[in-house]
């Protein structure tokens, strides 16, 4: 029989952005119970009304472990858990010879230590049948200057997605690797996000920038094809062969 979400109870770390609100939005749709995780309660808090009543806020650092153990504590208060997602991350852009140490370990907490962090307090309490699911970036795959660090933090997640999924079978472990995708995070990260969706969509080979729903269609296809482990899917409309 087909794996349905229904009843499933998922955990997405990164309350706040807009893939992890599509992506709550849909699962909620399909019938699973969300827990949304942020390091501020209150916005995360927020963020969890706006997508439902029934989804649950839990307070969550990727740079404390203390923060982490104890989400985890609290989860497991409410019983099992069938699926891990951590869409975080924190920019560390810009030239290597201006790189701050404390961008860089930002950067890697949200990114690497702090997803090996999360592996270590919830894959005791994860399903056999569930799974880790992290976020990549394109970044790793076509590397422009200015993007040494996240090229190194996302081209991590791959490593340590492949590697999980060894550690921790049957628990299955898998990356996202989004392409430009309409967040809100370009409001602030270009001077003109409008100019990039632009120069991107013209091209890329699916001749768009992504949307959310394109990001949360992928990730659900992961959660549910049991026969998908240590992979890293490319949802990027082909921008990395453009
Ligand atoms: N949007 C794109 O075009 C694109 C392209 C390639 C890859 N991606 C990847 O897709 C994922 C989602 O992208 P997005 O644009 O939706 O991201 P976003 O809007 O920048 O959201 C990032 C999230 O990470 C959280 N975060 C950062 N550090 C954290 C920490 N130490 N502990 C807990 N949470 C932390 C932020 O929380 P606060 O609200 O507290 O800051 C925020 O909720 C990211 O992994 C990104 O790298 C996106």
Same mark, same amino acid.
């Given at each position: ?86 869409? /975080? ?7 290597? *010879? #201006?790189?701050?140490? =404390? +961008? !860089? &370990? ?99 080979? /699916? ?7 394109? *990001? #949360?269609?992928?990730? =659900? +296809? !992961? &959660? ?19």
């Amino acid at each position: 029989m087909a794996y349905s979400l229904k009843d499933k109870h998922v955990l997405i770390v990164g309350g706040s952005s807009d893939i992890a609100a599509a992506l709550a939005t849909d699962l909620l749709r399909e019938g699973a119970r969300v827990t949304l995780a942020g390091r501020d309660i209150e916005k995360t808090a927020i963020a969890a009304k706006a997508i439902g009543d029934a989804v649950r806020p839990v307070a969550l650092d990727l740079s404390d472990e203390g923060s982490i153990q104890a989400a985890a504590d609290q989860v497991r208060a409410v019983g099992a858990l069938d699926h891990l997602i951590s869409v /975080a991350t924190e920019r560390a852009n810009g030239p290597v *010879v #201006s790189l701050e140490r =404390r +961008a !860089l &370990l930002a950067a890697f907490d949200a990114k690497v230590l702090g997803p090996i962090l999360l592996a270590k307090h919830f894959a005791p309490m994860i399903v056999d049948e569930g799974s880790l699911l992290f976020f990549s970036g394109l970044g790793a795959w076509r590397p422009s200057p200015g993007g040494v660090a996240m090229a190194a933090t996302n081209g991590s997640v791959s490593a340590l997605a492949s590697a999980l999924a060894v550690e921790l079978a049957p628990i299955r472990v898998n990356a996202i690797s989004p392409g430009v995708i309409t967040t809100s995070a370009w409001n602030t990260a270009v001077p003109d996000k409008h100019e990039l969706f632009q120069r991107v969509a013209a091209s890329a080979p /699916a001749r768009r920038v992504g949307e959310p729903s394109d *990001v #949360s269609a992928a990730a =659900r +296809a !992961l &959660l549910t094809n049991p026969f998908i482990t240590g992979e890293i899917l490319h949802v990027d409309g082909g921008a990395r062969w453009a």
